[in-house]
């Protein structure tokens, strides 16, 4: 049975997956250590951000680098400077802590919250515990003309579309 999780994430992965409300966004829970938080600083510092896309690529790319897929360890909000496995709860609060630090630093108006929606396979919810949830992000511009980002760290990590606005079903209400 320890191949049922690998095998829906495959499902989600090469199957359409639609994201059902009620959305539920909230702040980064996230903690660096001292030196990722070095490390983040210095490829913030030395990165090319001039626009909210710019700094998008940069967060997903960063959270890439520092993160592996796995679902054989406990869900850990605490990250350091060697990669490790993560579950789509960990990419999607890697992925805002990264790109909200960014766009403090670079002075980028935007903000990301990480989003929990009803993940769907073809329609249906998945019966497996701890699957039938998927965990994203939302890009929220502060000029109102500019569109928000739909953003799904760990899909970007398996070469996948990260832009999942046509997969979310329901209005998602930022905090």
């Not at 639609?18 to 980064?28: C, E, I, K, L, V």
């Not at 980028?108 to 989003?115: G, T």
């Amino acid at each position: 049975m320890a191949f049922l999780p690998h095998a829906v994430l495959l499902a989600e992965l090469l199957l359409p997956v639609t994201f059902h409300a009620p959305h539920g966004p909230r702040a980064s829970g996230a903690s660096l250590d001292e030196p990722l938080s070095r490390s983040v600083d210095g490829r913030i510092k030395d990165a090319t951000i001039g626009t909210i896309d710019q700094l998008l690529r940069f967060a997903l790319q960063a959270t890439a680098r520092d993160l592996h897929f796995g679902l054989a360890h406990a869900t850990s909000l605490r990250f350091g400077i060697a990669e490790r496995e993560a579950n789509c709860i960990e990419y999607a609060h890697l992925f805002v802590a990264l790109f909200n630090r960014a766009a403090a630093k670079k002075h980028i108006a935007a903000r990301a919250w990480v989003v929990r929606s009803e993940a769907r396979v073809l329609g249906q919810k998945v019966p497996a515990s701890g699957l039938g949830d998927h965990d994203w992000a939302i890009v929220v511009p502060t000029d109102p003309k500019e569109p928000c980002r739909f953003v799904d760290p760990t899909f970007y990590d398996f070469g996948l579309a990260w832009d999942i606005a046509s997969s979310v079903s329901g209005s998602v209400q930022t905090p």
